[in-house]
C-alpha cells in the first residue's frame, strides 16, 4: 500500500524553487518497501524475487511470464548531504550539516527511493493488470538477456549512436534504394550522410566532392 506519508506535494515551500519530491520525509524503511515490492509481485503471479545491495546501487530481479527481469536504484553520493536547507522568517537557508545529519540524510534518501522503486513497480503492474499495457511493452527495458545485461543497458549506446549520427532525408534513402548496390544494404538502411557520399552511384553522378543531388538535401 502506498503510505500517507508518501503522498505527492505539488505546491512549493515558502522560499524554495524546487517542488517536494515524491515521497519526501517518508518514515517507511527500505525493509518495508521491499518486502511490499515483493507482495505486488506475487499477488501479479511473479516469481523467483530477490534483491540486492552493493555500494551506491541496489537492484531487485524477478520473473513474469517466463521472462526475467530486473530494475536497479542508483544511490547518490554520501558527500551530497553535506549541506542542508532549513527554513526562518527569511525564508530558506543553507547550513553545514554534522556527520550524524549526513548520515541520516542520505538514509533518509535511500527511503525516498525505495518508496518511488514501489510506486514503479505498483503502476507497471496494474497498467498491465488493466489492460492498459502488455507486461513486455512496460518491463522491455528491464528484461535481463542471456548475458545477464538488461534491454535497456544494452539499447541506450545503440541509440546514442543513432542519434550521433546525421541521417539522409526520406527523398535521400530513396534515391539510394534506386542507386546503391545491393551489398550495400546496412548503409541504405541507416544511410547516414557518410554513406550517401560513399555510394558509388552518387561518386558517378556528382563527383567525389560529394556536392548535394538536386531535389535531396545532405545535412
Known amino acids: 500500500m502506498i503510505h500517507k506519508r508518501d503522498t505527492i506535494v505539488l505546491t512549493s515551500r515558502k522560499g524554495d524553487d524546487m517542488p517536494t519530491k515524491y515521497a ?3 518514515s517507511v524503511s527500505i525493509a518495508r518497501s521491499r ?17 540486492g545491495e552493493q555500494g551506491s546501487r541496489a537492484m531487485i530481479a524477478f520473473e513474469l511470464e517466463g521472462r526475467r527481469y530486473r530494475m536497479e536504484l542508483k544511490y547518490p553520493r554520501l558527500s551530497d548531504f553535506s549541506w542542508g536547507t532549513r527554513g526562518n522568517q527569511h525564508g530558506r537557508q543553507e547550513y553545514e550539516r554534522s556527520p550524524g545529519q549526513i548520515e541520516a540524510a542520505y538514509e533518509a534518501e535511500k ?3 525505495w518508496r518511488g522503486l514501489v510506486l514503479l513497480v505498483k503502476g507497471k503492474l496494474e497498467a ?15 528484461t535481463v538477456m542471456p548475458d545477464g545485461e538488461t534491454v535497456g543497458e ?10 550521433r549520427r546525421t541521417l539522409c532525408p526520406a ?13 550495400q544494404a546496412r548503409a541504405q538502411a541507416l544511410c547516414p550522410r557518410r554513406a550517401y557520399l560513399d555510394c558509388s552511384a552518387h561518386r558517378h553522378r556528382h563527383g567525389s566532392a560529394g556536392a548535394g543531388r ?5 545535412i
Do not use: M
Request: charged share 25%; with cysteine; net charge negative.
Open 171 to 183: 527523398a535521400c534513402r530513396r534515391d539510394l534504394l534506386q542507386d546503391c548496390a545491393p551489398g
Open 154 to 163: 544494452w539499447l541506450e549506446p545503440q541509440l546514442n549512436e543513432v542519434n
Open 214 to 218: 538536386r531535389g535531396a538535401t545532405v
Open 24 to 26: 519526501e520525509g517518508t
Open 111 to 113: 527511503q525516498r527511493l
Open 35 to 51: 518486502d511490499e515490492i515483493e507482495r505486488l509481485l506475487v499477488r501479479h503471479k511473479a516469481t523467483g524475487f530477490l534483491y
Open 128 to 142: 498491465v493488470a488493466s489492460g492498459i499495457a502488455t507486461v513486455e511493452s512496460e518491463l522491455l527495458a528491464y
